[in-house]
């Protein structure tokens, strides 16, 4: 049993991260400001499994805030999720995106540093390949991120490269996520993004339920099979628990190690949509609009790494998660509010 600090741990990823913690029989505590997710997500964990946890309502750039909730707590490994996520916004916003995600990331150094924690599982992006030179990305391809979201991903990144190269006591997994989508089984947790969703899957299932009148596909003359962009989805419990095997992994590796989480499969938006219709039998209008700026044609994961050092294997397909996303749409219309 580890006692386990997960920053960011009330959002989307976070949230699933926990069931598997607390089901695996872990501590859990949980650092968020809530910027971008509702506390409500922290009982709904809870409920869904029996089990307690601590939260902390804090934003991860109070070192010294963290440092007493990590003494106090005795906390012997972090899972890093807090930070910001939209691509788009973030091309707005860039100097917000590298305050969260850079000064966060150094402030929870400083915290670990201090408190003598050195195992640290953070959540990287396959943002942090860009325009591929090859596909399935490997984790070998170049890193050339092409927003500042990536940026920051990646920058985050060469600090904990930087930090294992400065002493052998450090462990730290970089989880590049591909496209996470889908449910928890129970309906009680899942994607509750504010206002108009960035994401395809919240979108289809909010026009699924007439929440807005139509998709808007960006473009469907892109170079792949039926001019969509191709991504590489994969369901958030398998995501989950891939930080179970990545938590098991790094009790042992010490330096640092990146791991892709895709299945290796790809899937156009169009697939994704003729898929979501088919498994819930039911009709989503849509319509072709230009491309969106910044959008690559296609990638996917080879995730052969993870699965051979990690002993990582994505269970759920792709009708598992358009169905629990339809589940979780239906039970929880508003989300969590
Ligand atoms: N969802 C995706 O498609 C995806 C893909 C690749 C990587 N990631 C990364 O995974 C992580 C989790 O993503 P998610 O989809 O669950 O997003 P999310 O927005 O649902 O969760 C992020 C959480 O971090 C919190 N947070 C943000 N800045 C904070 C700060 N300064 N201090 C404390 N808390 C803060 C937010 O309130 C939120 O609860 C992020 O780091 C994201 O960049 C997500």
Redesign the pocket.
Known sequence: MLNVLV?????????HVCVALLEAGHQVTV???????SARSMDAVQSVTGRTLNFTQ????DTTGLVSVMQARSVDVVI??????AVGESVQSPLAYY???VG?TLSLLHAMEATGARRLIF?????VYGVPDFLPYTETHPTRPSSP?GHS?LHAERMLRDLCHSSGDWSIVAL?????VGAHASAELG??PRGTPN?LMPFIAQVAAGLRDRLTIFGDDYATRDGTCVRDYLHVMDLASGHLEALSYSATAAGFHAFNLGTGQGTSVRELLAAFEATNRVRVPHEIGPRRAGDIDAFWADPARAVIHLGWKPRHDLADMCESTWRWQLAHPRGFQ
């Open positions: 920053t960011g741990g009330a959002g989307y990823i976070g949230s650092v968020d400001n809530l910027c971008n997710s804090m934003d991860i750039r890093h999720l807090a930070g910001l996520k305050s969260n995600n966060g959540s990287s992006s396959a943002t979201y991903k590049r996520y591909f496209n996470p994607e509750d994401n």
